[in-house]
């Protein structure tokens, strides 16, 4: 996932419904093929998501639409602390094709790094570690990530640890 302070391709999302009772209320960021929003569950008070949402001007590319299908194949068969989650995907009327998937509260380690510079040697395997971690688990599917960055790693309170590492945008990943 790219966070942007672009503003969104579209917002005639805002309010679509999504998944299993999930409303899209907020642009997160655009990447190379559409945009990432956020939606709050319309059951459960508090539970957020993710809805990576295809760019309308690709729906007639046969070629990207079987990318877009393939990320969501490739993240469903991982299962991973280390890496991001798969709720399901499916399409809106209008041919866009969606992934839902947990919106997870942190930053990216990228901006991390930028915010601290030199981080300490213990934060630094801890981090590490659990990037490798998830992409043995990847990698034992197998799939190759093949856009592995600072940027598609998020950084977050999860799982007991202060610094969770979750591996995300599997956009340009291999079998």
């Known amino acids: 996932m ?13 309010g679509r419904k999504v998944g299993a009772g999930y409303r899209i209320d907020s642009h997160i960021g ?5 945009a990432v929003y956020g939606a709050s569950s319309t059951l459960i008070s508090g539970h957020r998501a993710a809805v990576k949402v295809m760019a309308a001007e690709f729906t007639n590319n046969g070629d990207l639409i079987q990318r877009f299908l393939e990320e969501a194949k490739l993240s469903a068969s991982i299962d991973d602390p280390n890496v991001i989650d798969f ?29 601290m510079g030199p981080m ?3 934060l630094t395997a801890s981090i590490l570690l659990q990037i490798c971690s998830g992409l043995d688990a990847v990698h034992a599917i197998p799939i190759v990530h093949r856009d592995m960055n600072t940027s598609n790693v ?3 309170q999860r799982r007991g640890l202060r610094d969770h590492a979750t591996i995300l945008d599997f956009g340009i990943a291999k079998l």
Do not use: K
């Open 30 to 34: 655009d990447g190379g093929m559409g």
């Open 2 to 14: 790219v966070t942007s302070h672009q503003p969104p391709r579209s917002n005639d999302l805002f």
């Open 87 to 115: 709720w399901g995907a499916d399409t809106f009327e209008d041919g866009r094709l969606y992934i839902l998937m947990p919106l997870i509260a942190g930053r990216s380690l990228e901006s991390l790094c930028r915010e």
């Open 154 to 156: 998020l950084i977050s």
């Open 120 to 122: 300490p040697i213990e």
